[in-house]
């Protein structure tokens, strides 16, 4: 039985830690390694062999429904299993459902997690329905790319052009450039107007 390469991306230690030792003894787990964020997720293990990404939603920076863009990049063939403790499935926009294997919610059993990533490993989905939505609002999807979120998350790091150019290998000019664009999409004129206003529209998260 083909077993699993897991990166469960969640800013919570604690769930992590839980989520591991619940996982410890399953047939369908291989390894386990883990980040708190999208962006630590991409630059501590991208290129990484892993088939299963398990992703919260809602984290510093990058939020999971725009981080999928970004993952999709450095884990092309990954699937995506979504795992919220208090976003449910009707708040995922369709075409990041497109993008996603499976969706659990942080209350699940041990049994319902395994039976989630098992049916992933094969080729399968894993929806489940049983997510408290009633308070969770809607994610509004960008059409900003993938190069552009990593540079808006850049942004809320407070970096300059400069230092995004070094951490995402790219050359300032290509930076302002998207800087420009990011600005421009969300109809703002500063980067500290850029930044208020991807967090008020869920694009990312505040930075703890």
């Known amino acids: 039985m083909a077993r699993a390469r ?26 386990i390694i883990e980040a708190g964020s999208v962006m630590e997720a991409v630059q501590e293990h991208g290129g990484t ?14 939020n999971g429904i725009e981080g999928v863009k970004v993952l999709r990049r450095h884990f092309g063939t990954a699937r ?3 795992v919220s403790g208090t976003f449910g499935l009707e708040t ?35 929806f489940s329905q049983d997510a408290d939505t009633s308070v969770a609002p809607a994610y509004a999807s960008s059409s900003l790319t993938p190069r552009q979120l990593e540079v808006l998350h850049q942004l809320t790091l407070g970096r ?17 450039v998207h800087v420009a664009a990011i600005l421009d999409h969300l109809g703002v004129v500063s980067r500290v107007e850029a930044i208020l206003e991807a967090q008020r529209r869920g694009l990312v998260q505040a930075v703890r």
């Open 49 to 62: 062999a892993v088939d299963i990404l398990l992703l919260d939603i809602q984290m510093p920076g990058l």
């Open 92 to 126: 995922i926009p369709v075409e990041a459902r497109r993008e996603i294997s499976g969706f659990l919610p942080k209350s699940a059993n041990a049994r319902e997690i395994e039976e989630a990533i098992a049916s992933c490993l094969t080729g399968g989905t894993h």
């Open 80 to 82: 995506i299993l979504i």
């Open 6 to 31: 897991l990166l469960l991306i969640d800013d919570h230690t604690l769930f992590r830690t839980g989520l591991r030792l619940v996982l410890a003894d399953s047939p369908s787990v291989d390894t």
């Open 160 to 176: 300059s052009n400069k230092v995004i150019a070094y951490h995402l290998g790219l050359s300032e000019n290509t930076v302002r």
